[in-house]
C-alpha cells in the first residue's frame, strides 16, 4: 500500500513509519496538513490516508477540514483517522478511526478493514 501520514507528533510519526515499513508499505509522513495536501495532489493516488484529528498548519488543522479538501478532489479517497476520541470530534461519513493508544495488531486490522472497502463487490471477468 502506498500510504500518506500526516501526524503531529514525532515519536507517533516514526512509529507508524517503522511498523509501516517493516509491514511492506510505502510511506510518507508529514506533520503539516497544508503541505500534505499539496504533497498529496503532486503524488497521488494513495491507497490510505492516516491522520490525527489536529494537525499542524495554517489552513487545514482539522482533520475534516484536510479530509473535505482531498475528497473534493478525490472523493473515494480511503482515510484512517488515529487519535483519543474526544465528544467534539466529528468525522465525514466513510472514514475509519482507529481510538489511540493501539498496537501493531491493531494497526494492521485497520488497515486491513480499510484496504477490504476498496475492493469490487463483483469480480471482473
Same mark, same amino acid.
Given at each position: 500500500?502506498?500510504?500518506?501520514?500526516?501526524?503531529?507528533?514525532? %515519536?507517533?510519526?516514526?512509529?507508524?513509519? %517503522?511498523? &509501516?515499513?517493516? /509491514?511492506?508499505?510505502?510511506?510518507?509522513?508529514? +506533520?503539516?496538513?497544508?503541505?500534505?495536501?499539496?504533497?498529496?495532489?503532486?503524488?497521488? @493516488?494513495? $491507497?490510505?490516508?492516516?491522520?490525527?484529528?489536529? &494537525?499542524?498548519?495554517?489552513?487545514?488543522?482539522? +482533520?475534516?477540514? &484536510?479530509?473535505?479538501?482531498?475528497?473534493?478532489?478525490?472523493? $473515494? !479517497?480511503?482515510?484512517?483517522?488515529?487519535?483519543?476520541?474526544?465528544?467534539?470530534?466529528?468525522? @465525514?461519513?466513510?472514514?475509519?478511526?482507529?481510538?489511540?493508544?493501539?498496537?501493531?495488531?491493531?494497526?494492521?486490522?485497520? &488497515? /486491513?478493514?480499510?484496504?477490504? !472497502?476498496?475492493?469490487?463487490?463483483?469480480?471482473?471477468?
Amino acid at each position: 500500500m502506498k500510504i500518506l501520514v500526516v501526524e503531529p507528533y514525532i %515519536e507517533q510519526q516514526e512509529w507508524l513509519m %517503522e511498523t &509501516l515499513n517493516k /509491514a511492506g508499505h510505502e510511506v510518507v509522513v508529514s +506533520c503539516d496538513a497544508d503541505w500534505s495536501f499539496i504533497y498529496w495532489q503532486a503524488h497521488r @493516488p494513495f $491507497d490510505l490516508v492516516i491522520m490525527g484529528s489536529v &494537525l499542524g498548519g495554517k489552513k487545514l488543522w482539522k +482533520c475534516g477540514s &484536510l479530509i473535505e479538501a482531498i475528497r473534493a478532489v478525490d472523493p $473515494d !479517497q480511503p482515510f484512517l483517522v488515529q487519535a483519543k476520541p474526544r465528544k467534539d470530534d466529528t468525522l @465525514p461519513q466513510g472514514v475509519a478511526f482507529l481510538c489511540r493508544p493501539f498496537g501493531v495488531r491493531r494497526l494492521m486490522k485497520a &488497515l /486491513a478493514s480499510v484496504d477490504r !472497502q476498496r475492493l469490487p463487490l463483483f469480480a471482473h471477468r
